[in-house]
């Protein structure tokens, strides 16, 4: 230090030298050749070492930190330019470069950290230093700003923290576990200006409303996933302590009462962001509330339950630049709606009303002559589109998807929107598309969405004038052409294709040369041709969903799937695909979904022991033979669905099998299997998850009956091991199994007596065991099978009277038949005399129609509704499963997952 003074010095007087060394080197170092002259302290190195010592650093991010060299210069350090002390620590890997390789630093943080007295920044965000946030923190006195998001803290924040007087910034969001049950220490951080405690559990803090008015120099506030409680605020009278509040963010929380408007218009005047989605507010947004909002530039209230209108106080809202209702019950006139908007003509760039219940016909717009982003989506529009659409010429992005427009889209509606880049108009009631097919657009779209509209018959010249798509959904949209030949050189950027249902003929445009940052494929329910073989040339290694299902692709399965890493759902279901499934469907270690079912596959089964994330597992309806592999069981940990009906498969069912905990529908019907039932049978399903889902018209169609199930169906849980060799008898075991709906062992070679305590299966309702040897007494506690509502017993050696309950005898009479020893209602003999009975042969014939049924709803409804309704949800969303199943990797909390999925969802919004 004193050298490099004494260096300055020659381009300095005597005098300021002489100066500087009387008072201190603070005063003239601003002057002398640089910073590179002040070296930090000898002391404070060796805190800094010492602190390294203690973290493990894989990537070696901290590979500039070595003993002999100036510890200002190293990564993440820096000191004041005149004393020389560390005053900002900022580890923060991730924050400088975005290093997704980079592990982050894990260990703990050494108390010889205080001796870093001047520290103004510490940031130790996005490592992992698992454990509390140290107490000693809270004795950095002069820190100014604190960031530890993300880094693994857990248990309690230490209220010391409120001893940091200069603090300005405190983020510690995003620590899994981290709670605060008072938050009282934080009314004691006067500076602070930027608080983030997103993520950190404030389920106790019931009075949080006041302490946080106390923070009077905020300015942002971020507190989402909080779970902080609802608060009924109407009746607290405020302390008139207006803070200085711009943003405020408490989505993602349990907020019921809609009272948390008077508190937020109390606490600011001054706000430019407020967002307050996902939470569960109710009822109308209170009038009044935004009337002095003045600067209000975007607000989010998207996720919640309001309902109404948009308040007469959004008037006030001259700056308002975006606004987000999106996802609420609200129910307006459209045009009203925009018309309480009017102040902020000039300012609106983004409006988003999707998924609530606006009514009435297509707004006039003209005025907003800003609007960028409009999103319409979901509601229950009607008639048709203004063409003045055609004059927003700032307009980028047009969603108007699911509402009932009864439209024509011309080029008139299209005519200036020179900027346009997103259009979605599907699943309309009647939208057609009336542009002209030699069209020249004024735009270059990334994301055109035209399902359900009339666009065919041809693939219309237009589009292929849109060069940039990455996004292009066709699905349903009545063409029933072949695709021109270069398609996938035409549209280069695709990542997203959906062509589905319509009636597009020809061999699949030449696969090698599919865009190579395809991320889905839908193409299924088509009329497309040819085999697979030539996907080996291909290069799409993004490729995440692909669905080639019901069309009429013929030959062998090509060899190469482990070019398709990222492979998540491969669907190739009711084609006409034959051969020997090739080893490398075992390379798909991403693959969570694989439908084969409905081709001519034969042969044995590779080994997908290494596809560990598999749900979904449909191989029915093929050729395919040999034993049930045991690797089913000991490797898929997460399978909900596996069918193997209808195919070849012999041998006995591997003891294995009971380990499929998680299952929901097993269908091994339809093969060759033989020997008996497992006795541990009963651990199949034991963990099955218990969350219930919602299915709407599920179509289904028997015997060219189409039957509808309009009303919301409970997902069923279901084992059908019908139509095989299986001897011996019903294990014991299985009336464990009380979650089970729907059991088919019928048409085995099934005997002894039905299990005594059956009746156990309360949530049966659907029982076939019918065409088995199964002998002795039905047993009495059948009549506890209170939900049952389809029974075959029928065509064994049940003997005895059917048990008196009200359901039991309720069943059609061919339920039973077939059973010579079997007597009382509803069959005719009664039971009285000696007890045998004849066989009504007249009703053979409905008998086999009510097995069917059985059967029929037993497989086929319960192999839907397991595929589709429960792992429905994580089928669709892939970005939430990957979400879910790092989940259950990590073995993680739900604020986690509920952080990731969060993330997951603002990322599609984002896309969007
Ligand atoms: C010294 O630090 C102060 C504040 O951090 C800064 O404004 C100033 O530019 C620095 N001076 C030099 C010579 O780097
Ligand atoms: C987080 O900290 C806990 C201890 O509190 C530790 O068990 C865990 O391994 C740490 N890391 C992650 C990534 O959870
Ligand atoms: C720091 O905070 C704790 C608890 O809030 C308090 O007991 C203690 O006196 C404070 N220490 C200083 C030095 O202010
Ligand atoms: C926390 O919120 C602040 C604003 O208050 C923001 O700057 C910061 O990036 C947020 N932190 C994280 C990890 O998102
Ligand atoms: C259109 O409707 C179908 C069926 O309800 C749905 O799966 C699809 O996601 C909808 N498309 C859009 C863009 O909303
Ligand atoms: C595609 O978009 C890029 C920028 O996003 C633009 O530079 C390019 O000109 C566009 N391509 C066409 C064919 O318009
Ligand atoms: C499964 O993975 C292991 C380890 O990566 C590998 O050695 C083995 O060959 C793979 N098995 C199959 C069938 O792909
Ligand atoms: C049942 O066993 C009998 C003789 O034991 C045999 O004839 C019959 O084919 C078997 N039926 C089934 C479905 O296994």
Redesign the pocket.
Known sequence: MLFSIMSGRRIHSVLVGLLCLVIASTICCSSSVGTSSILCLESERHVLLRFKQGLVDESNALASWKSEKDCCKWRGIACNNQTGHVITLNLCIFCDDYMYAATPLIGEIDPSLLELRHLNHLDLSFNDFGGMIPKFI??LSQLKELKLAQANFSGSVP??L??LSNLHTLDLSWNEFLSSENIE?LSHLSSLRYLNMSGVDLSKVVNWPQSLSKLTSLIELQLSWCHLPDVNLRSLSFINSSTSLQVLDLSQNSLINSSIFHWIANVSNNFVHIQLSDNDLQGPIPAHVFTSMVSLGSLDLSGNLLEGGMTKAFQNLCSLESLVLASNQFSENIQDSLETLSCAEDTLESLDLSGNWFWGSFPELTGFSKLRELRLHDNTLNGSIPESVGQLSCLEHLDLFGNSLNAVITEAHLLNLSSFKHLDVSNNTALSINLSSDWNPPFQLDTLGMSSCKVGPAFPKWIQTQRNLTRLSLDNASISDSLPSNFWDLFSDLEELDLSRNKIRGKLPDLPSFPPGLITLYLSNNMFSGSLSSLCATQAPQLNFLDLSENLLSGELPNCWMSFQLLDILYLGKNKLSGKLPSSLGNLEAISVLGLHSNNFSGELPSLKNCTRLTILDLGNNNLSGKIPSWINQNLKYLRALRLRSNMFNGIIPFSMCGLTTIHVLDLSQNNISGALPYCFNNILALADDATYDIMNVELVWKGIEIEFGENLQFLRSIDISSNYLVGEIPQSITSMSKLNSLNLSRNNLTGKVPENFGNLKKLESLDLSRNQISGRIPTSFSSLNFLEVLDVSHNHLSGEIPLGTQLQTFNASAYMGNLGLCGPPLTPNCSGDGTTQVDDNKEHDNDGLINLGFFISTVLGFITGFWVVCGSLVLKSSWRYAYFKFLDDSRDWVYVKAVVYKAKMQERLRR
């Open positions: 809270g004795s209220p010391q409120g001893n220490w």
